[in-house]
């Protein structure tokens, strides 16, 4: 036998993914960002003939993005987003033409 689902539930429900939608929408926006950001870096370490990737900065980033995270995200969590984030950002980097 099914149990109905209040109507206040459905209507919580709802709103709570119109919610997560908007977050998406932000989150894409600045990813795309932080990408242009990215780019704009690689065209200045190739100018210097410096490597795409700096092992030592992402430690750095990974460790700063640690200290500032209150949760509920989980540090293994958030250095795997974070490892994929700037996996993408390197990954451009190293198709922009010479």
Not at 70 to 77: S, V
């Amino acid at each position: 036998m099914k149990k109905r689902v209040k109507p206040q539930s459905l209507q919580a429900l709802r709103e709570r993914r119109r919610q997560i939608d908007l977050i998406d929408q932000k989150l894409l926006s600045l990813l795309n960002r932080r990408l242009s950001f990215a780019l704009e870096i690689g065209k200045i370490k190739k100018e210097r003939r410096e490597k795409v990737y700096n092992p030592k900065r992402e430690d750095e980033i990974l460790k700063r993005l640690n200290l500032i995270n209150r949760g509920p995200l989980m540090e293994e969590d958030l250095k795997k987003i974070f490892k994929k984030i700037m996996r993408a950002c390197r990954k451009s980097q190293n198709l922009m033409p010479r």
